[in-house]
């Protein structure tokens, strides 16, 4: 089956990073990419009956027209035949919520949206996707306001190796098409049982038909977590970095909001995918 990725936008330009990014995945991986744009029409009551009726038909059409119109500058430089895309908006008062329901309802493989918006929605924005990862069953991308599109050819998994296989065939799923290499990141902490060279071997050899290669790296606990994988991916410079997340309050804020590194998903340099772990 095909993979569909929602594609979210408010039209600004740092909006722009998550559309770069689908449109990247779409040239490595053949899949759909619907363009999505939330929008909300304030009704202070002044207009009733049909004459409200066709006051939101002609502010949607509008809004159709702005998104279809943004979408064809994106692709202005590619070959647009050999993408399979639709551009849909769709109206209400929440927008985490609106994308969620819309991404949930219509089966998509992956949402995507950038980390920070501009102007008055940029605080919006940024909440939208701190939201969209607590909460959605759909995978969330979260794409650098700053992102410029370049080869998706070295993904790194940060795991904790306690839901290895399960975990691994959904970051296999996602690299073998683009055909990328796989680093498994695991940071060690001092209270850890030490995992066995059988393991390690059996988890290789599970994935031997794929470009895998193991990282493990002592804890710095003078350091959050968010830091520690920071340091890491600094040096590896990967195009994507994959997590898993039980999606709990206090696991979030741990991994999202550490006391030494506020906004962490918003300030990143590379895209960053979150799968829920349940």
Not at 53 to 60: G, K, L, R, S, T
Not at 65 to 83: A, G, M, P, R, T
Not at 224 to 246: C, D, G, H
Not at 256 to 263: A, G, L, R, T
Request: net charge positive; charged share 20%.
């Amino acid at each position: 089956m095909m993979d569909k990725i929602l594609v979210t936008t408010d039209f600004s330009s740092n909006s722009k990073a998550a559309c770069r990014f689908a449109i990247q995945l779409a040239l490595q991986h053949k899949c759909e990419l619907t363009f999505f744009h939330s929008y909300y029409i304030a009704n202070l009551g002044l207009i009733t009956g049909e004459d409200l009726v066709d006051f939101e038909n002609n502010a949607a059409h509008k809004i159709q027209k702005k998104l279809n119109k943004f979408v064809e500058i994106l692709y202005k430089d590619i070959d647009e035949s050999q993408f399979i895309k639709k551009c849909v908006i769709k109206s209400g008062v929440l927008v985490d919520t609106n994308i969620r329901e819309y991404a949930r309802e219509n089966n998509f493989s992956f949402i995507c949206i950038s980390t920070r918006g501009s102007g008055k929605l940029k605080k919006i924005f940024g909440s939208n996707t701190s939201n969209l990862i607590r909460h959605s069953i759909v995978p969330v991308i979260a794409v650098p306001f700053n992102y410029r599109s370049s080869e998706i050819n070295k993904i790194i998994y940060a795991s904790d190796l306690l839901n290895f296989q399960t975990e691994m065939k959904k970051v296999s799923a996602f690299a073998k098409p683009l055909k990328a290499q796989i680093e498994i990141l695991h940071f060690e902490f001092p209270t850890d049982v030490t995992v066995s060279p059988i393991s390690l071997d059996a988890m290789m050899m599970t994935n031997a038909a794929l470009n895998v290669k193991m990282h493990f790296e002592k804890i710095n606990l003078t350091e959050s977590l968010v830091l520690n994988i920071q340091r890491v991916i600094k040096k590896s410079k990967p195009s994507v970095v994959i997590m898993f997340t039980e999606q709990s309050r206090s696991f979030f804020e741990k991994i999202f909001h550490p006391s030494k590194s506020v906004n962490y998903s918003f300030n990143a340099k590379f895209p960053l995918l979150v799968f829920n772990k349940t």
